[in-house]
């Protein structure tokens, strides 16, 4: 790979970095070509963008897209795939599942908005968690249950007075 196309890596990888605002960096090494072209195709199925790139490379990325990456630098060592997704959680999910047919690959690192996951045992973490739409709808639900009760116990408590209000009319 000459410098421009590095040049141009680094540029798509640090666009892919902006525009996905997650990323999971991955440790397939070892494995055979024909192992490596089924999990990407598995990758891209699930609709999952896989980059192998050189650690040199993703950091410069990196530092290029801003923001602080700097607890995952740590962990760019040896074979590194950087995988991007709109969902913050379908690529642990894949991982996981392809972790029942082999040791690989191995959760390096994950940046999940502005949050950083390190080691591959954080990978049940990042399976359970809860999108932005999701949290929102639960805090939601649990604004809305409060004046749901307030607002059905003024509406009974109505009628009630209005009954207690209509028999001192009619006692008076």
Do not use: C, W
């Not at 602080?68 to 599942?97: C, E, H, M, N, W």
């Not at 029942?100 to 940046?111: D, F, N, S, V």
Request: hydrophobic letters at 40%.
């Amino acid at each position: 790979m000459n410098k421009e196309e590095k040049h141009e890596l680094v540029l798509a990888l640090t666009e892919q970095i902006k525009e996905y605002g997650n990323f999971y960096i991955t440790d397939t090494s070892d494995l055979t070509v024909a192992k490596i072209n089924d999990i990407r195709r598995k990758f891209f199925e699930s609709d999952i963008t896989m980059q192998v790139a050189k650690n040199s490379l993703i950091k410069k990325a990196m530092e290029a897209a801003g923001g602080d990456f700097s607890p995952i630098y740590d962990v760019l060592k040896g074979s590194s795939s950087i995988l991007f997704s709109r969902s913050a959680t379908a690529p642990a999910k894949l991982i996981k599942q392809l972790r029942r047919t082999g040791e690989k690959p191995i959760l390096k690192a994950a940046y999940i908005d502005s949050s950083v996951f390190i080691g591959d045992k954080q990978l049940d973490t990042l399976v359970n968690l809860k999108s932005k739409e999701q949290l929102i709808g639960e805090i939601i639900g649990l604004l809305q249950s409060p004046a749901k009760n307030v607002i059905s116990g003024l509406q009974s408590g109505g009628n009630k007075l209005a009954g207690i209000v209509k028999t001192l009319q009619e006692r008076g």
